[in-house]
């Protein structure tokens, strides 16, 4: 399995930007797909982004689709997600994802990974 690393969180106000980092271990990133999901409190871990192992394919949820990015650099390991227009309802623990081999899909799963890093808190204020 690979070890995933999150960073980039924070507090912001409604309508800024900030962009998360996921720093993935070993050599074969390059054939995972790549995940965001996030948890607010007291709710399930939901889907935001995921992104084939090339890049060339996203998948995004509605709720972000047009205010949020998800990208990849395989020559540094890692995943970015680039979050504009935050809104309060943003507010939640970000975690990345991975899987080796994963062929997306419409439909992305929490079930899909079998990777996960251990979250960044990202608050949204009004």
């Known amino acids: 399995q690979v070890q995933l690393v999150e960073s980039g969180g924070g507090l912001v106000q409604a309508g800024g930007s900030l962009r998360l980092s996921c720093a993935a271990s070993g050599r074969t990133f390059s054939t995972y797909a790549m995940a965001w999901f996030r948890q607010a409190p007291g709710k399930e871990r939901d889907f935001v982004a995921a992104?084939?192992?090339?890049?060339?394919?996203?998948y995004y949820a509605d709720s972000v689709k047009g205010r949020f990015t998800i990208s990849r650099d395989n020559a540094k390991n890692t995943v970015y997600l680039q979050m504009n227009s935050l809104k309060p309802e943003d507010t939640a623990v970000y975690y990345c994802?991975?899987?080796?081999?994963?062929?997306?899909?419409?439909?992305?799963?929490?079930?899909?990974?079998?990777?996960w890093g251990q979250g960044t808190q990202v608050t949204v204020s009004s």
């Open positions: 994802a991975a899987e080796y081999g994963l062929v997306l899909a419409e439909g992305v799963r929490e079930a899909d990974f079998g990777s």
């Open positions: 992104i084939s192992w090339s890049g060339a394919r996203s």
